[in-house]
């Protein structure tokens, strides 16, 4: 059984960073995509963030975090930098994983495993 365990969430400024991670175990990593998703307020859909596919063979992002975050992995560990946060990027940050050899996708039900999730704040 994969698990995934968040952490890296705080209260940040407006335009400042963070990095947040997902530990992962009972597997290999590379046996699985991995996605990114925020919440932003209880109730709200979840939204993908970034989604790295299996091996590394491509990561993609969502218009909104473009040019502003940045997802890596490394060993069984997967990374989200955050840069220039903004009020709007406030929520719980969740990783995910799929076992699978399909392209990324920000469809939450295509994933199988969760993590707890991380908080992020951005406030002045």
């Known amino acids: 059984q994969l698990q995934l365990v968040e952490?890296?969430?705080d209260l940040v400024?407006?335009?400042?960073?963070?990095k947040l991670s997902?530990?992962?175990?009972?597997?290999?990593?590379?046996?699985?995509?991995?996605?990114?998703f925020r919440q932003q307020a209880p109730g709200k859909a979840?939204?993908?963030?970034?989604?790295?596919?299996r091996r590394g063979a491509g990561t993609i992002y969502a218009d909104s975090t473009k040019g502003r975050f940045f997802m890596s992995r490394e060993e069984n560990t997967v990374f989200l930098q955050l840069s220039d946060?903004?009020?709007?990027?406030?929520g719980v940050y969740y990783c995910a994983a799929v076992w699978s050899?399909?392209?990324?996708?920000?469809v939450p039900?295509?994933?199988d495993?969760?993590?707890?999730?991380t908080q992020v704040t951005v406030s002045s």
Request: glycine share 20%.
């Open 7 to 9: 952490s890296g969430g």
């Open 13 to 18: 400024q407006p335009g400042g960073s963070l």
């Open 22 to 36: 997902c530990a992962v175990s009972g597997n290999h990593l590379e046996h699985y995509n991995i996605g990114w």
């Open 46 to 53: 979840q939204e993908g963030v970034s989604c790295i596919s």
């Open 85 to 90: 946060l903004q009020p709007e990027d406030a």
């Open 101 to 106: 050899g399909n392209l990324c996708s920000f």
């Open 109 to 111: 039900v295509h994933y």
């Open 113 to 117: 495993y969760w993590g707890p999730g």
